[in-house]
T-cell receptor, first 112, second 114 residues
Framework: GESVGLHLPTLSVQEGDNSIINCAYS??????FIWYKQESGKGPQFIID?????DKRQGQRVTVLLNKTVKHLSLQIAATQPGDSAVYFC???????????FGGGTRLMVKP | GAVVSQHPSWVICKSGTSVKIECRSL??????MFWYRQFPKQSLMLMAT?????????EQGVEKDKFLINHASLTLSTLTVTSAHPEDSSFYIC??????????FGSGTRLTVV
């Protein structure tokens, strides 16, 4: 079936550096993508979203890039802080349905 | 912002017993809610879509008779794990889609079956 996957399971960065988390998706029919942050023992927390008719969207310290040609999604975190340490998931929504499919997750570790 | 409340946050039960998990949308109505299961160091896997006033839609491989879903009102969906076994131990998370961006998730329920 369709799936959403990630290239890197763990990313370690120095505090203050920029982080880039990548995600590959396979369902060309997906029309909506979301990045979530999940801390240990908690539910996913919304970070930023993007629709398929856009290729870039910026939030506070975060930017999501969407490349539909290669079915690639990325999350950029500027000036990474220790509080950013968590597991990050990308999720896609198939335009034929209402549910989200999650990628495998990347653990971001921020070194002080 | 939109809040989804999930209860309990953790539960320990004996093998063979049933456990009910509640998911409530606190400040919006949700005709549809989603139930996910997450094993340690793994991603969220959709179990079923809960539809208010009608039967839930289960994903392939999820036993509907084991994971009973009831969505009796626009703000409450429940997941009952029946005849629980140790392999059912997992982190269960519900979700709903408010008018605000994204899908809002509950805080999750850690189920341990002993």
């Amino acid at each position: 079936g369709e799936s959403v996957g990630l290239h890197l399971p763990t990313l370690s960065v120095q505090e203050g550096d920029n982080s880039i988390i990548n995600c590959a998706y396979s369902n060309s029919a997906s029309d909506y993508f979301i990045w979530y942050k999940q801390e240990s023992g908690k539910g996913p927390q919304f970070i930023i979203d993007i629709r398929s008719n856009m290729d870039k969207r910026q939030g506070q310290r975060v930017t999501v890039l969407l490349n539909k040609t290669v079915k690639h999604l990325s999350l950029q975190i500027a000036a990474t802080q220790p509080g950013d340490s968590a597991v990050y998931f990308c999720a896609e929504r198939n335009n034929a349905g209402n549910m989200l499919t999650f990628g495998g997750g990347t653990r971001l570790m921020v070194k002080p | 912002g939109a809040v989804v409340s999930q209860h309990p946050s953790w539960v320990i039960c004996k093998s063979g017993t049933s456990v009910k998990i509640e998911c409530r949308s606190l400040d919006f109505q949700a005709t549809t809610m989603f139930w996910y299961r997450q094993f340690p160091k793994q991603s969220l896997m959709l179990m079923a879509t809960s539809n208010e006033g009608s039967k839930a839609t289960y994903e392939q491989g999820v036993e509907k008779d084991k994971f009973l879903i009831n969505h009796a009102s626009l703000t409450l969906s429940t997941l009952t794990v029946t005849s629980a076994h140790p392999e059912d131990s997992s982190f269960y998370i519900c979700s709903a889609r408010p008018h605000s961006p994204g899908y809002t998730f509950g805080s999750g329920t850690r189920l341990t079956v002993v």
